[in-house]
Every structure is written in C-alpha cells, then in structure tokens.
C-alpha cells in the first residue's frame, strides 16, 4: 500500500531553518518524482519544489530559490526539503505527494498526498 508521511514542521521563529521529512512506503522514492506543496490558510495549495526520479531537482516558487533544498535518501525511502532563512510567509502546511518518474508542471500529476505538516514562521 502506498502511503506518504510528512513530519518536522514546527514553529520557528523568522530567520530560522527546519527540515521536513516525508516518509514513502509501498513503493521506491528513486522510482518515482516526490514533490513538496503548501497551503496557507485562505490561500490556494501551491507546488514549492519536486525531485525527480534521476535526483534532478525543480523549485517552482521563486520565493524560496536559494532558501530551500530537495533531497532524497534512497536507503531511507525518504524525501526532504531543507529550509533555510524562513519567512512568516513561508507559513503553511506542507504535503508531500508523487508522479511518475518526471516532475510535472501540472499538480494534478501528483498523487498518494500525504496529511501534510504544519510549518509556523513567527516571532
């Protein structure tokens, strides 16, 4: 059974860093995309970064170009996504979900969303 499971947000003050980890079960990580999302409140779900199958990273927010970093631990079964210099916009849940082996610009591509982690950027 396929399952996706996100951890690691927390509150963290403006400045500060964290690492979001999500967990993949059911299936290889190096077989499939796994991409990061976030939804703020009152606000659309937006796609913030992808590592495709052959480890080659996007980031489709610029906003966070420089700030944030996708990887992946094949031995782990398990994506990150490192975020350095947070920002209270940076405020959301966060998802992880899949697509097949490249990463769309299309969310609809995703698949097997995972509960999402709660990230709070706050003095």
């Known amino acids: 059974q396929v399952h996706l499971e996100e951890s690691g947000g927390a509150l963290v003050q403006p400045g500060g860093s964290l690492t979001l980890s999500c967990a993949a079960s059911?299936?290889?990580?190096?077989?499939?995309?796994l991409g990061w999302f976030r939804q703020a409140p009152g606000k659309e779900r937006e796609a913030v970064s992808c590592?495709?199958?052959?480890?080659?990273?996007?980031y489709f927010l610029d906003s966070v170009k420089g700030r944030f970093t996708i990887s992946r631990d094949n031995v782990q079964n398990t994506a990150y996504l490192r975020m350095d210099t947070l920002k209270p916009e940076d405020t959301a849940i966060y998802f992880c979900?899949?697509?097949?082996?490249?990463?769309?610009?299309?969310?609809?591509?995703?698949?097997?969303w995972g509960q999402g982690t709660q990230v709070t950027v706050s003095s």
């Open positions: 590592i495709a199958s052959n480890g080659i990273p996007t």
């Open positions: 059911g299936f290889r990580v190096d077989t499939w995309a």
């Open positions: 979900a899949r697509a097949y082996q490249r990463c769309p610009d299309d969310s609809r591509w995703f698949g097997s």
